[in-house]
């Protein structure tokens, strides 16, 4: 079985884990580019992201703190962070 952390965070994960962790907004369509639209934009609030950080933490292995997750305003700036700590843990 391959290390979950050579594998890269994409946006299919992301929309995946969303759905799973915190629903889907009635009005938001995470099928469309939504790569820059905010999360309050898609009907994700806070609590909402720290659900969904918690679900990624867990299946990915990698940390995310409270302001990791709230600094994170659109899906394109959480997917680069997550990379990140995926790299970093990919070398430490």
Do not use: K, W
């Not at 099928?31 to 898609?42: E, M, S």
Request: glycine share 8%; charged share 25%.
């Amino acid at each position: 079985m391959s290390d979950i952390t050579q594998q890269r965070f994409t946006l299919t994960d992301l929309q995946r884990i969303l759905l799973e962790a915190a629903g889907a907004d009635e009005t938001a369509d995470l099928d469309g580019d939504i790569l820059d639209t905010t999360f309050a934009g898609l009907g994700y609030e806070s609590l909402a992201l720290l659900e969904t950080g918690g679900c990624i933490e867990r299946e990915y292995g990698i940390a995310l703190d409270d302001d990791t997750l709230t600094d994170a305003l659109t899906p394109r700036e959480l997917i680069h962070t997550v990379n990140e700590r995926l790299a970093a843990a990919r070398v430490a």
